[in-house]
């Protein structure tokens, strides 16, 4: 099986800055796409961003300009640096991977962190 193991969330004011880690191990395969996810209190999980095995980017409106999606191959990683976060940005962050296994794509997802951005 494959476990993603995710780091780096905490409690920051607004204007500072988190970076999350999310670090994929097992029988991975090839990894396709790696992203990240947010459910902030009282709604649905929502894009954050990805970033494809070509490192093609894709942002969600609300966070461009301010995040940055990158990813280390060699080490199954992916990493979000978040920079002016304002609270609006507090929600609990999960990571996403995409993996090509024999032909097959499976999915997965990391238990999540919090990110707390107090005003």
């Known amino acids: 099986q494959v476990q993603l193991v995710e780091s780096g969330g905490g409690l920051v004011q607004a204007g500072g800055s988190l970076r999350l880690s999310c670090a994929a191990s097992?029988?991975?395969?090839?990894?396709?796409?790696m992203g990240w996810y947010r459910r902030a209190p009282g709604k649905e999980r929502d894009l954050v961003a990805t970033?494809?095995?070509?490192?093609?980017?894709n942002y969600a409106d609300s966070v461009k300009g301010r995040f940055t999606i990158s990813r280390d191959s060699a080490k199954n990683t992916v990493y979000l640096q978040m920079n002016s976060l304002i609270p609006e940005d507090t929600a609990v962050y999960y990571c996403?991977?995409?993996?090509?296994?024999?032909?097959?794509?499976?999915?997965?997802w990391g238990q999540g962190t919090q990110v707390t951005v107090s005003s």
């Open positions: 097992g029988t991975i395969g090839i990894i396709n796409t």
């Open positions: 996403h991977v995409v993996l090509l296994r024999i032909g097959k794509f499976y999915d997965y």
């Open positions: 970033i494809t095995s070509r490192g093609t980017t």
